[in-house]
């Protein structure tokens, strides 16, 4: 698929909403996904496997990354994870958000896999990043590589349809009342 | 030279935001349309029609072409035939008149044969990155075929019913920034074309009427042959193009705060600039005198069948008669005369006649004003995201000053609560429901600020005033968007609008009224409480006409 970031931002808000998180998590869910596919990742598949695979919030990477960023000021200390987090990529965009917000980079701990994050670019050392690591995170000096951002997304239809399916909850089903009175129409519009 | 730093300071939000007000807001030279305009001709774009092909039943293709110093804009329209029975302007619909998207650049003979199978299907289409918009057209059925019969046999319309229509087709929606796979503004905000919002989609528009005028004439010929006319050129230029605008662009207003907060407070920073002149010059007032001359006879010809634009308009006609007789006796000699008359027309004028008048007088200050439109836009992707160690107290005191009117409401009463704004699964377009009436409360969006203000206040109330609002988010995910937008008022002084977006008096229509005038929409003709038809475009000089010298007060229509 080839989709604009404004496309996946919309989804992914919805998707999240559908799922249950909160209209205010929902924006923010949005905005890390589009955080992720301009820096080339698939922020769309991590998103659906974890609206699917409904973790506990302690193995959370949403409820973790919103952690980090409202504590973002307090992030001199480390801040751990209270369990194995799934698809921990999902926490890199709420690091840069936060890294942003007290101007300096972050660094993530997952497991051997060690991710430096600051408000536009990661960059990963160590293991590649695995599912279900426990995560440490904590203001550091270092700074990450430049990366070039892409415009685009190209998720897999697969991918995208599971995220239509959780925003289709946050739909009304159509009634004919709503179509007449719901979106207003009156007057002729055929003249 | 003028103090660029103003004296008189901008109108309190309390006063600007309320929604009656906003739904009696003029357009003015910080208007989008006009703005672009003013570009078009400063930089001396060139405009070309490299391809139109298209038969004599009013199917095929064509290519309108404007050049930048830098780049070069195509719109590549289709116009269909349309039977009468599939033609709608509701979002509902799925068949057009005619169909078109905005290419970034020279489309190749590939692009066009790939935006063929996708641009008369819209919604049901894809486009590109290469696509900046992408928008339809229906015509005006009586005017359309008055104005083919009449050139056909060689005669030009009659004038009253041009005036009455005011254009041939109405565009029923231009959609941009990413929609349906176009490029995202992101990617084009840099351009310094495209600085300023919704530049895209005004060029889009601009470009459809000089493409509705070659088709209208087009058809006239395939039926008259040698003995068709051409349409004169007077008439040409009071053809604008007309738009049908319904709920979708209400929720926009809400979903963008910061960026509307930009729209409305650079006017007032315009208008507050202007009330600190203190001295006005005679040619500064010969032209507002001018203009304000040529804004009456624009006005005679704004009707609506609507009761409340009809009550509106009745006053508005009535307030023009007392700035009639105001301005006679003016004394421009005075200290600050502008903030004089428009200390005035608050006192004396409804919210149309005021608002028109503040409208009015920047206009012979582009050196004061011009330079703001460059701040319209939202570049301020981190005021976005919450600061979680900000105290308790301070985020109570930003819902109490924005939104200290809403926190005395029941929210429970019915008439406070009556609506809800949804999104239908049909067309996934936003409706406003009847709450107690219809099964939608749990599809409810979140376009209800002043409500959830409130309740979030409530809720605060047990923490301690120092405690970090992260604190509270951590126990209340559900508030955590009213606390985003209780932040951003921190930045943006105009962002919310301070009335009940869901109470059972709301009229959309007044959202839908304030980002049209930004536009540069004129001839408001309300359709319901909440669809809109208007004008854009009305009176400017086509490509070809187009001068620095008829780029500016075009708007307003040269009086006789």
């Known amino acids: 698929m080839d989709l604009s970031m404004n496309e996946v931002e919309a989804q992914a808000r919805k998707a999240a909403k559908g799922a249950d998180y909160s209209w205010g998590e929902a924006e923010d869910i949005g905005k890390a996904v589009r955080w992720l596919c301009k820096r080339g990742v698939n922020g769309c598949e991590h998103l659906a496997q974890i609206l699917l695979a409904k973790p506990d ?4 990477p949403i409820r973790l990354g919103i952690l980090i960023l409202d504590n973002a000021k307090n992030l001199g200390d480390t801040l751990t994870s209270f369990g194995s987090v799934a698809e921990p990529a999902l926490v890199i965009p709420f690091a840069a958000f936060a890294s942003a917000q007290i101007e300096r980079p972050l660094a993530i701990q997952a497991g051997k896999c060690s991710v430096i994050v600051s408000e536009s670019a990661f960059e990963i050392t160590g293991e590649p990043m695995r599912n279900k690591s426990v995560i440490e995170v904590k203001a550091t000096a270092k700074s990450p590589k430049l990366m070039t951002s892409v415009s685009r997304a190209s998720p897999q239809r697969e991918t995208w349809e599971t995220l239509d399916k959780f925003a289709h909850r946050t739909y009304a089903p159509a009634t004919e009342e709503s179509r007449m009175l719901g979106a207003g129409a009156g007057i002729s519009d055929n003249d | 030279m003028n103090d660029l730093s103003p004296l008189i300071p901008r109108r309190d939000p309390n006063v600007v935001m309320r929604l009656s007000r906003l739904g009696s807001l003029h357009q003015s030279r910080l208007s989008f349309m006009r703005i672009l ?3 078009m001709a400063s930089e001396d774009w060139t405009f070309s029609r490299p391809e139109f092909d298209i038969d004599e039943i009013g199917v095929g293709y064509a290519v309108y072409s404007a050049k930048t110093p830098n780049r070069s804009y195509s719109l590549v329209a289709f116009a269909h035939d349309l039977p009468p029975e599939d033609r709608s302007d509701r979002v509902i619909a799925n068949a057009w008149d005619a169909t078109f998207t905005l290419f970034d650049g020279v489309p190749t003979r590939d692009d066009i044969q790939r935006l063929s199978e996708n ?5 049901a289409g894809r486009i590109t990155e290469k696509e900046l918009t992408m928008s339809r057209a229906n015509r005006s059925v009586r005017l359309w075929e008055h104005v083919v019969e009449q050139l056909s046999n060689g005669q030009q319309p009659d004038l009253e019913q041009i005036q009455q229509v005011g254009y041939l087709m109405r565009t029923t929606a231009v959609y941009g920034s990413g929609k349906f796979g176009a490029a995202d503004r992101e990617t084009i905000e840099d351009r310094s074309e495209f600085k300023a919002p919704f530049q895209v989609e005004m060029l889009t528009v601009y470009l459809i009427r000089t493409f509705v005028k070659d088709l209208v004439e087009h058809m006239a010929r395939a039926k008259g042959g040698n003995a068709a006319a051409p349409l004169s050129s007077d008439i040409a230029k009071q053809l604008g193009i007309g738009n049908s605008t319904g709920l979708g662009m209400a929720p926009f207003l809400i979903n963008h705060p ?7 407070m650079v006017r007032e920073e315009a208008i507050s600039r202007v009330r600190s002149v203190a001295q006005a010059s005679k040619e500064e007032i010969a032209l507002f005198l001018s203009l304000f001359d040529r804004c009456r006879h624009s006005i005679d010809q704004w009707t609506s069948e609507h009761p409340i634009q009809k009550e509106r308009l009745s006053k508005l006609k009535s307030d023009i008669a007392s700035i009639v007789t105001r301005l006679d006796a003016q004394d421009f000699d005075v200290a600050y ?25 920047l206009e012979p200050y582009a050196q004061l004003v011009d330079g703001l439109s460059s701040c319209m836009s939202d570049h301020f992707e981190r005021s976005f995201h919450i600061d979680g160690a900000i105290p308790v107290e301070n985020v109570r005191q930003l819902i109490t000053d924005t939104f200290g009117w809403a926190l005395s409401v029941d929210w429970t009463a019915q008439p406070e609560n009556a609506r809800a704004w949804y999104v239908s699964e049909e067309k996934l377009e936003p409706r ?11 599809y409810e969006q979140p376009l209800a600020p002043a409500r959830d203000a409130a309740a979030a206040f409530g809720a605060l109330k047990p923490y301690a005033k120092d405690a970090p609002i992260s604190a509270f988010l951590a126990d209340h995910p559900h508030f955590r968007h009213t606390i985003r937008r209780a932040q951003m ?3 943006a002084p105009y962002s919310e609008i301070r009335d009940n977006t869901i109470s059972a008096e709301l009229l959309p229509i007044d959202m839908l009224r304030a980002k049209l005038s930004f536009f540069g929409a004129i001839h408001f003709d309300p359709r319901s409480d909440r669809w809109v038809r208007i004008c854009m475009f009305s009176g400017a000089p086509y490509p070809a006409d187009l001068t620095a010298e008829n780029a500016d007060f075009w708007i307003y229509p040269e009086v006789a």
């Open chain 2, 37 to 39: 305009m003013r570009r």
């Open chain 2, 337 to 361: 005369p502008w903030d004089s008359i428009l200390k005035w027309a608050a006192e004396t004028l409804s919210e149309e006649g005021q608002e028109f008048l503040n409208s009015l007088v």
């Open chain 1, 57 to 60: 919030p302690k193995n959370c």
């Open chain 2, 258 to 264: 910061i960026l509307f907060s930009n729209w409305i």
């Open chain 2, 119 to 123: 641009v008369p299907v819209q919604e």
């Open chain 2, 489 to 491: 008022s921190a930045l």
């Open chain 2, 432 to 442: 406003l429901g009847e709450r107690f009436e219809e099964p939608i409360a749990k």
